[in-house]
């Protein structure tokens, strides 16, 4: 599994690692400045950092306030000035610039992850190399694989210097095995069984399963989660004074296996005592009441404490009130063990969606997007409608992630902007094959589908088929959207051939079909639909000199009539009956045509 997970570069302080020094006894005027041990940079680069100019009059503290000008620069490691008659000479060494910046060994962070990283701590092909930066690096990067349980990581910076004050960093990364997981133990639990806690965990014990599912491998996050569970696990069975004591993690000294040790104090039970809902709540409480997913002197839930403040907050969602407020303040009474609950609620004003803004739809025509929106510019902001909206975009397959947004306008707190942005995904499918079969002999076959054409939203599909028997050739267009209403229509073209051939037609007769179909989709509501249909079929059956009685007599009865589509010869017999050399051609055949309606 890779890890993803980017790391974030420390705030650096940096510490002048050499002592500045000034050799200047008395105050003098300065005639003229230089610099020694400049590389890369040329005198006019450094004249614009100095606060120093020809002429002026400098003494110590001046001198000093201008080399700690230069460090702040960043472009230099050491700096030291010292007086030559009138001359200001400062003696720098630069620090050199990154050349260019390899990856080794990294598999669970992506490059680009980690070139982004490090170009946020300065490290970056042409920025000036910062040593304190380099050692925050290894240890930022080790921090990160030690939080996903590879505590034998090691991630090492190698520099080569290069010509003309340049270097190249090499970052080495060993980024080792996850440490299993061998042993949870809870301790002062009584409510709930060890192995009904250990179940719950995001993180198990390693087993023979593990193999498959690697879920002993410890990684923090999963490890927050797991305690987390074991919160919420107490809180749902009324344990509102439940606490983490203590969680410690041991680590075995090969660094391969991990003991967990979670201390616990359960506390007391408490149910649920009287509920109210206050604040401007603009329904009655019996109206409100019905969104109360608990009873009274029921054992107390946090989940459905939570799941009612939801419930509350997409009511008023629903009404316009997109902006609600929901606050539950909890009366814990130790005597009774019972909890009363009011829930202050504040609908703020009725928000309306002023604008539909659509991004990331390069190809699919915004026209396609809006109609699948069940919220509506001009009207109340409705959760229910927002939620539906993703859904159906969600559902026409042409995208591959949908995020709306609401956007709050400055100055107009009764309006928001929908701001819908979408990642498009292939919507065609095509096909070329080449088959062998002894029914067909060889087979060519080609398909292209587009349920998107052109960002339509139509879908056409195109389907050919050749082989020594047949040829098969298919268009279906359809459009899902044929009135404003979602009506759907849909037809196809089809024409099928087939070719008589006695190694193949056993029963020496063949097929030619042509024909088509419209068809209309009605919606009913927004996940069900009726739909009716009509096809039209010609198909034409041409019999050989072969056509067994039973498919001649059927074409006979049903209108079919003779024609020439098979010779045979015939032998003539003699006096005796015996077979001659001669014989005789006769064709032999009958064509049936017909109109079948569906």
């Not at 983490?244 to 967990?260: G, P, Q, R, W």
């Not at 009873?295 to 404490?305: F, L």
């Amino acid at each position: 599994m890779q890890h993803t997970h980017l790391f974030m570069p420390l705030a650096l302080v940096s510490a002048m690692a050499v002592a500045q020094q000034v050799y200047a006894a008395d105050e003098f005027v300065v005639q003229d400045i230089k610099f020694d041990g400049l590389v890369r940079l040329t005198p006019e680069n450094v004249y614009g950092l100095m606060p120093i100019n020809s002429g002026d009059r400098v003494n110590d503290p001046i001198i000093a306030n201008a080399i700690r000008s230069l460090y702040a620069s960043g472009l230099f490691d050491d700096i030291k000035a010292t007086q030559a008659g009138n001359t200001l000479v400062f003696q720098v060494v630069e620090r050199p610039v990154i050349s260019k910046i390899e990856l080794k060994g990294n598999k669970l962070i992506p490059k680009e992850a980690l070139e982004e990283g490090l170009k946020k701590m300065g490290l970056a092909e042409g920025e000036v190399l910062k040593k304190s930066a380099l050692q925050t690096v290894e240890t930022e990067l080790e921090q990160q694989y030690m939080q996903q349980g590879r505590y034998d990581a090691d991630i090492t910076v190698k520099t080569t210097p290069k010509p003309n004050n340049r270097v190249d960093l090499l970052i080495e990364f060993v980024e080792g095995k996850a440490a299993k997981v061998f042993d949870i133990n809870i301790i002062g639990n009584t409510v709930f069984k060890e192995d009904e806690i250990k179940q719950a965990f995001a993180i198990k014990e390693s087993s023979w399963n593990s193999i498959i599912s690697r879920n002993d491998r410890y990684a923090r996050e999963k490890m927050a989660a797991s305690l987390e569970a074991l919160r919420a696990m107490y809180l749902n069975r009324g344990y509102i004074n439940f606490n983490i004591n203590n969680s410690s993690l041991n680590l075995s000294e090969d660094k391969k296996n991990v003991f967990i040790e979670v201390s616990v104090d359960e506390g007391e039970q408490f149910k649920f005592g009287e509920t109210k809902f206050l604040g401007d709540a603009l329904y009655s409480a019996d109206e409100l009441k019905v969104l109360q997913l608990y009873k009274d002197g029921e054992i107390y839930s946090q989940e459905k404490v939570n799941a009612v403040k939801q419930l509350l907050l997409r009511k008023y969602g629903n009404a316009g009130y997109y902006f609600a407020e929901v606050n539950v303040v909890p009366e814990i009474n130790k005597d009774t063990k019972l909890v009363d609950l009011n829930y202050y609620i504040n609908p703020g004003q009725q928000v309306t969606v002023r604008r539909i803004n659509f991004t990331g739809n390069n190809k699919t025509a915004d026209e396609v997007l809006r109609r699948e929106m069940r919220q509506m510019e001009s009207a109340l902001a409705s959760n229910e409608k927002i939620d539906l909206s993703k859904v159906r975009l969600e559902r026409t397959g042409f995208f591959k992630s949908v995020d709306i947004k609401p956007a709050r306008i400055p100055g107009s707190p009764d309006q928001i902007d929908l701001n819908v942005a979408v990642e498009e995904q292939h919507s065609g499918t095509s096909t070329l094959a080449v088959g062998f079969s002894q029914s067909g002999g060889v087979t060519f076959q080609a398909g292209l589908s587009q349920t998107n054409f052109l960002g339509t939203g139509n879908s056409v599909s195109v389907d050919l088929s050749r082989s020594e028997t047949q040829d098969y050739y298919n268009l279906s267009v359809t459009d899902p959207y044929f009135t404003i209403d979602g009506v759907r229509r849909g037809y196809n073209l089809y024409y099928r051939k087939t070719k008589l051939d006695d190694d193949y037609n056993v029963n020496n007769y063949i097929t030619d079909s042509f024909g088509g179909g419209i068809n209309f989709g009605y919606p009913i509501d927004e996940n069900q639909s009726i739909s009716f249909g009509l096809n039209i079929d010609q198909t034409d059956v041409t019999t050989g000199p072969y056509v067994s009685t039973y498919v001649a007599d059927y074409l006979e009865r049903n209108g079919g009539k003779e024609t020439k589509s098979g010779e045979y010869c015939e032998p003539i017999l003699d006096a005796d009956g015996n077979p001659t050399e001669d014989c005789r051609n006769i064709s032999y055949g009958q064509e049936f045509k017909g109109d079948f309606l569906t």
